[in-house]
């Protein structure tokens, strides 16, 4: 779990579910580095003999430019994105967490969530890792490179249904409890700022 996801945790809230991150993910930047260097340096051979050259140093060493420069930043992209993202649900809302010096940052109410969509590629279909997209009412959020994104999905929607399905039980569950200790504070059994303690356990803010 997350230190985000830890930390973001309110009253009687505990994490259901939270997202790993695909490791497979880095690599297809390490093969695309090795696809480089062998074309890289084949046509540099290639050169090399047409101009009566034959410095296999030379060649080697602009084939291994060639190669880090096209693949390594993707590598570098991908190791950030998968020691910053976090993403995971309670009982009572979806949090996650996106970014190292820009970070954008998601805390929606289960009842908020409008869709939630996978996309996976050629290579995350291959290691079975993808995309999910996240649509709340105030806006989308999109977390790479997660691990089974189909399962993380399925159960979100699973814990959303049953969020709903329990939403007007609850409510009234805490209403109730907020009334009784209201009666409490009017008879004076307990002070104004036990009241307002328990109320805002009941409301989990």
């Not at 997350?2 to 809230?13: A, P």
């Not at 695309?32 to 890289?40: D, G, P």
């Not at 809302?93 to 969530?113: Q, R, W």
Request: glycine fraction near 8%; include cysteine; aromatic fraction near 12%.
């Amino acid at each position: 779990m997350g230190k985000y996801l830890q930390e973001s945790l309110g009253n009687n809230e505990r994490i259901i579910h939270s997202a790993k991150i695909s490791w497979a993910t880095v690599l297809p930047p390490c093969i695309f580095f090795f696809i480089m260097f062998f074309i890289t340096r084949f046509f540099s051979t290639v050169g090399a003999t047409y101009q009566g050259s034959n410095s296999e140093t030379l060649v080697l060493l602009a084939a291994l430019i060639i190669s880090f420069i096209t693949s390594i930043p993707w590598l570098i992209d991908v190791i950030i994105k998968n020691l910053t993202t976090e993403l995971g649900f309670t009982n009572k809302k979806v949090l996650g967490k996106t970014g190292l010096i820009n970070t954008n940052v998601m805390d929606a109410p289960l009842n908020k969530i409008n869709t939630v969509l996978v996309k996976s590629g050629l290579w995350g279909k291959i290691f079975n890792y993808g995309s999910v997209l996240v649509t709340t009412s105030s806006g989308k959020y999109v977390f790479k490179y997660l691990s089974k994104p189909n399962d993380f999905r399925k159960m979100l929607m699973n814990q959303i249904d049953n969020y709903t399905s329990a939403g007007p039980a609850a409510a009234a569950s805490e209403a109730d409890e907020i009334v009784k200790y209201k009666t409490l504070l009017d008879q004076g059994v307990i002070t104004q700022g036990e009241f307002d303690t328990k109320k805002r356990q009941l409301l989990g803010i």
